[in-house]
Every structure is written in C-alpha cells, then in structure tokens.
C-alpha cells in the first residue's frame, strides 16, 4: 500500500512540474482539382519522437477542421489522408493555443508535390466502410480484441461484451472476411489479441450473396471484420488456465490457434462449475466469453447463440469444446467449418406467490419446485464460398445438430380463493428424456448480368427436426368445495414431434439507372409440415406396466403450412438517399389432420398483403437517418385452430377456436444516429411501433368454486406498444492521459392490451421510463472509475374498476473500477446494489452484489495468476416481481453464492518470424 501511494504522489508531482500545452488547430480542406471541400477527410498529428498518434479529427461538410489537445512536446507532425488523394504533411511548432493553417489543398495521387509524404490515417472513412488503423490506438500490453475495441472512436463494448458502432449493433465479427467460431462475436473478441490485428472494417452486415451482388444490407446491425497483417498469419498461438476454488468451485479452459495464410485452425475446450455460459476464463473474463444473445426455458436449460448450455436458473456444471476450420480450397472455393460439444448439468429451487386478478374477484397460488436437468449438445456448420469467375457466385451452409437431455422435475402448488380458503392444491413428479435431431441447409445460386448491376438469384432452404421424448409422471390434484375431486395419475408418455420445412426463393433485379434505381421481382414458395404423436399409457395395477392407452392426452395429427408469395419492389442507392418498397401478396394455406379426432380436422385459406419499406438519408459520415415501415402477418398457432380438449392439465383445460384469423402486425421504425469526430459527441434516437390487429388472445373462464381454469382463443384488433430510446456520450479530455466520459441512456415505452378476464374484455395501458446516467473516469495506465445509476418506474392502468391500477419502481446502481498499478498487477471490482421496493414481504427486497478479482502477471506478460472473489457481500439474490395484465408474481430461486477462486493461466504466441509484439505497437518483420 505504502508502495501505491508512492507512485500516485510521484505522478501527482511530476504533473505538478511538467510544461503541457493546450493548442487548437484549425483549417479548411479542398481538392486542387475541383477547388470543393474535402469532406470526412482524416487529419491528425503524431510525435515527432515515435510516430505515435497523438489525436485526430474527420472534416465537415464544408472541409472545415479543427483539431484540440494537449502535449509536452515542441513540435507535432501534422498530416491529412484523403481517398484518392496524396497524404498531407507539415511539421508544426507548438508556440501558440490556436494556429490557422488557412486552407489546404490536397492533389491528386497521380500528382507530386513536395510536401506530399505516404502515411498511414488512424480512421479512413470511404464510401460504405469504417477503417481503423490498430496501431494509432494504444493498448496495454496484455490487449485482446475487446479492448482494443474499447478504444476506437464511437465504439460501446457493454459488460457482456456486446458491441455498438455508432449506436448500431455489430451481430457478426470476421476474421480476415471468414467467420470464426460460428456467430458468436465474443469468442473473437476475448481470444484474439491486439497485437495481431493490422485493420479494423466496419460495414453494414450483409449476406455472401448481398455482398457478392453489391445490394444493401441490413442497416440496422453491423460486421467488423478484423485485418490480420500478413506476416502475423502464420504461426500458433493460445492460452490456457485452471482455477480452483472455495465450496468446490473450479473452471478450466483452453484455446489453440494454428494460422497459415489462408487456412486457419482452431481448438478450444473449457469446463466449469460456476454458471459461466459457454467458456471460462479466470483473469477477468479475458477468454473465450459468453454469448451475445441468451434464452432460458421453464425446463431450466439454456441457449447461448443457438447452443445449449443447460440449467438457465440455480447452479450449472458445464463441460464445453470446439473446433474451428477455414481454408481455400483451389482458387474458387472458400471454406468455413466449426464443431461444438456441450455438456451441463443444472439445480434449481424456486418459490413464488402469485395474486391473479379476476374482473370481481382474485386468488393466489403458492408454488414450490425443483429441477434437474442434464444436457448434451453436438452442432456442426460448415460454409462454402464458390466463385467460378467474377459473375457466378454458389453458397452453401449445411448445418447438423444431436441433443439428448433429461429433466427431473417435481413441485408442489396450493390455490386459495379471496377469503384465503384452500381450494385446490396438487403434486408433480416427472422425468423426461428428449432426444432431438436437427438439419438444416442453406444454397444460393446468383449470376450477374452485365455491368449495371443486374442479377437473378436463386435460394433454397431445407430443415429437418426430430424430436423423441419419454415421459413418466405422477401427480395427484385435490379440487375442494361442494363437488370435491381426487384426480390421480400414473402415465408414460412416448412422444414424436417431426417438423419439415422446404422454402425456395428466385429473385431478379432489372437495372432502371445503372447501379443506383433498381426493379425488384421475387417469387417465394414454402411448405412446413409438422408430425406431432403423443401416446399416453396409464399404469395397470394387474400388469404392473404401462399398458392402458388414454386417448383423452394423447395426440396424433399432421399439421401442414402452405406459402405462395411473389412480390415487386423498388430500390434506389444513392451517395446520401437510399430508399426501397417491396410488395407482396402471401397466399397460405394451413391444413390440420387429426388421426384421433378427424372431426377435428382443419383447413384454412387465408391471402395477406405484405410490405417492407425503407428511407434512408446520410447527413455526413457523422450523422444519418432511417426509417422502416413493414405489414407482416402470422398464422394462428395449431394448438390454437384445434377445438378438442386438452386436458393434460387437471386444473386447465384449452379448447383451440378453428376459426381464427391470421395476425395482422404494422411496424414503424425511426432512428437518428450521429457521432461527432471532432467533438467527440455521441447522440442516437429512435421510436420502435407496431399495431396489430386480428391479434390472437387467450380468454380464460374461471369456475368461481373450484378455481379451474377453461381456456380458448379469439382474436381481437387494438393492440400497440410505442417504444423509443435516446444514448447520449461526450469525451471531456483533461489532459494527454485523463478523460472523463459522460454516458446518459434513457428509454421510454408505452403498450396497450386488450384482453378478457373471465369473459369480461378490457383494456390495459402500460407506461415504463428507465434513465440511466454513467460517467466513466480514464486514467491510462493508472485507473479506471465508472459509477452509473438508473431507476425504473413503471404505471399499469386498467379501464375496469376491479382492476386496481400498479406502480412499480426498481433501483439499480453500481460502481465498477480498475487499477493498473504497481506494474504488472490489475484490480478490478465490479459492484452493484438492486433494491425492489415492491416485493413481497418474504422475499428479499435490496442486495449488494461485489464481485473482485487480482490478477498479477509474470513472464512478460505471458503468464497471469488471478484471485477472484465472486458475491464478496455475500448477498446474491435473483428475487423478482412480475406484473402482467391480471397477475402479480414474486419469485426467488436457487442462486450461485460466495466462492473465492485461484487460477493461473498462461499464453503463447509464434505468429510471425519473432512471435511477440511491443507495448501495443507491431514488429517490424525481417
């Protein structure tokens, strides 16, 4: 400690005694040729001493820049970089706070001139993409992917690792144009380090096809692609770690890579006991990360990216390894391949209490329940480029999947009527086997014709999932009051759930003004067919076996969905506008055979218009809008068209409506995003709504003595949500080293529901605002400070008087820091506080949550030991309210509680002829 406050007192000193100087340089940029501005020119200065960058600016609109900071040197190397233009360079004195270079012109880069010298731009800004030179940003040593990616200009990485550029998500990272390890972005991001990557790429991600044909892609999502220098694509390098832990606590993991020009292989393999989703890593999350979209079912497994991982809630045991594979094969043909393995086993508790609001009466329902689930998961993708000459392009995306799981599950539940009167109450036990087979593939043709920008395309996609599961269960449900029940049941379930799909899309795209206005005619054809078979056998007594068929739960039909859809549009790209409209008119057809009940069977015909529209204008490389509007429809479901009844549900039963009609949804989107590069500001707006009609919704029946529940569906038009959301960050720089960020976030939605309550119809409107302030303190090489706030508050008002309206309020806080000294040791502290007012008593309401980890590195870097201590406080809770439109849930479960971990973990890297870099900086390669 002693040796800390040292260091602090001598850079407090050294600060104190030092000469830095504050400047402003400013200037308008043309071009000799034409004499018009240069705008999104890069200007930027570098020491004279090192090159390094000392700070940068992208010209405006009018060529005009200007260009702050401060520095302790005497003199600064000036230069501008402009697409097609030769660099810019000047040495210029630092003597005075503004300095006005008037106007520059730059020539083109077929001319000389004799201040025109070749130098490399940190951001170069052309036409459709964003470019990073890595080596203007400065790293710590130890950099991945991920923090270097924290230091670009516009660019957000979130806790999780989640990755915005100018408040647009980026959903696909590549390497060198080739995915790595399937879509998962933060597998890249953890695992690769710094020091290899020349260029970072930003573009609006689009298909191989989309690409291949020059279309536009999706402008609301990004691809980074990351640039390998050519002498760092040859070689190997990894990491590994183990880390042991109080209460049993463990996590192991690996990765190699084997990088030879264009064939790249990869290995990693990880395992864990500590609910960390996919892969592990004990030095402060730096490897192999966890998944950028996340789902969690009721079973307790979970899904990261597609891959299944187990129990989403209580404790998780997981045992993971992959494969990745990219090479070409001859001059035609890319090739992409990955393979994972999953494993997991998961335990989880819960109890909740919930209040259901009836339209002249509630109850409530206590539950408890526990699970265990059991998983194991294959999945192997493979990608073929083909590109015969440079008109004729072949997809294909073959995708296999195997998954066996088991579920133990059992729980106890009681219902109580207003007067707290118990009046059902029921018990379940169960154990469920399910294996599932999964193919799927992906194959588009496209030709170009000519040189205008034509093309025809043509698409076909095929999906095949095999579902098998065995059932047990054993429950026993008691109804009281006048008419008393007793139901028991001892059953087997074998259950077949087969779903094919079939969809074939050929699309022409007829030049009007070549490249830029565009006739759009597409014609799509689908065909889903699902085989659903559930056999249910009671226990007989004299067998001893499963043996007596029920046909009241079981189910065997043939559900078919049938989609003709052609379509026309318009599109027009230009340099700023862009704009499209597409039409179509979708003719379907679902079609219901019940072998059980074929007084059941259904077939319907339904014809929608569908519509997808876009605007789109790009102020400046700083600024652009967009705006959406689309009409889609969607089918009943056919659990909702069949009108038997289920009763699998003692306490339930659900009668389908046959003659419901499909789902009508209009959906408007409007953004603003803009980025200040000379400022560096921040600011992105957007509104998200959508109104249905023919939305369909269940409308529930409710015996008023024993509390069961009958259930159907009816459509109803007027539902809405308005959704909207504004970001706002400014970079207010001290000096060279300290740089205070201001992050202000907040988002405000409203929705209307119109739905029924025991055959009485009424309307809910829902309002929620949720702002969120952050403010990030930088200390290079020193510190890091970041504490945020946010509050949500949330009014439910209801147009019946039974209905009480709600208010909910949450809090959230936290305080997140780092520190880098002495050299070679980093702290990191993540904290929280969550306080729910509004949870029931017996549940906890606030919690601190403090997670700590020391990690000290060694051997140059190579080597890094780590102490971590997870929920510090110990006061870990994952308590919740839920407020729907006729009930209120609190619920608490099995969570992962204190551990203290130690884990060492060691890195190697041969890439290029010396293998390792400098302090951020590239080797210069013999």
Known sequence: MKKLAIVFAFLFALQSFSQEKSFEIIGTLKAEDSQQPLESATVYLERVKDSSVVTYTISDKDGKFKIENSTYDKDLNFYVSYVGYKTYFKKIPIDKEVINLETISLSLDNQLGEVLVKSTAPITIKKDTLEFN??????????????????LPGVEVDEEGGITVNGKPVNKILVNGKPF?????????????????????????????????????DKENKTINLTIKEENNKGVFGRVSAGAGTDERYELAGMVNLFDNDRRISVLAGGNNTNTPGFSFGEISKMFGQGSSASFNSNGSFTIDGRSFGGGEGITTSQNAGAN????????????????????NSENESSSERETILSDSRYFTNSNSRSENDTDNHSFNLEFEIETDSTFQINIEPSFGYSKSRTLYSSNEETLDEDMLLTNQSNVNSNVERYVKRFSNEISVTKKLGSRGAFIKAELETRINQQESDDFLNSNTEVFGSNPENIDRNQFTEGENNSYGISTKLSYR????????????????????????????????????????????????????????????????GEKF?????????????????????????????ENLEVNSYVGYT?????SINVNYWLENQPPGLRQLQAYEDVSNPLQTIIGNPDLEPSNNHGLYLGYNGFDWQKRTGFYVGINASLTDNQVVSKTTIDEETLKRTTTYVNIDGNYNIGSWVNYSKDFKIDTLRTVKLKLRAS???????????????ASKSDRISPRLGIDFIWKKVLEFKPYYQVSYTNTAYDIEAFDDREFTSHNAGLRTATFLPKNLEWRNDISFNYNPNVADGFQKSAWFWNSTLAYSMFNDKAIVTLKVYDLLNQNTNAVRIATQDYIE??????????????????????GSKGETGDGDFIIFD
């Open 619 to 623: 102020f400046s490389p700083k600024s």
């Open 134 to 151: 890595v080596k203007s940003f400065k790293t710590k040593k130890d950099a991945n992917v991920e923090d270097l990616l924290k230091q």
């Open 325 to 344: 594979y990219a090479d070409v094969i001859g001059e035609k043909t890319d090739v992409a391949a990955d393979y994972f393995f999953t494993s997991s």
């Open 510 to 573: 007829l030049p009007i003004i070549t490249k830029k206005f565009f006739l759009n005619l597409d014609y799509e054809y689908a065909k889903d067919k699902d085989n659903n078979r559930k056999s249910t056998f009671d226990f007989n007594t004299l067998d001893q076996d499963f043996t007596d068929f029920n046909t009241d739960l079981s189910t065997d039909f043939q559900y078919t969905d049938y989609r003709s859809i052609p379509s026309v549009g318009l599109s027009y790209r």
């Open 890 to 911: 609190d619920k608490q479960s099995t969570v992962l509680r204190q551990y203290f971990m130690l884990s060492l973990s060691y890195k190697f890297n041969s890439l």
């Open 748 to 762: 405000y939605n409203t929705s209307e529901r119109i739905n029924f309550n025991n055959d009485v119809k009424y």
């Open 578 to 606: 862009s704009t499209s409209f597409d039409l179509g008119y979708n003719i379907r057809t679902l079609k219901n055979q019940d072998v059980l009940r074929p007084e059941f069977n259904v077939e319907r015909n339904f």
């Open 181 to 217: 390890f399937g879509d998962d972005p933060t597998i890249t991001t953890k695992n690769l380090t710094k020091d290899i990557i020349e260029k970072i790429q930003v573009v609006d991600t689009k298909t191989k096809s989309e690409a291949f044909t020059g279309e536009e892609g």
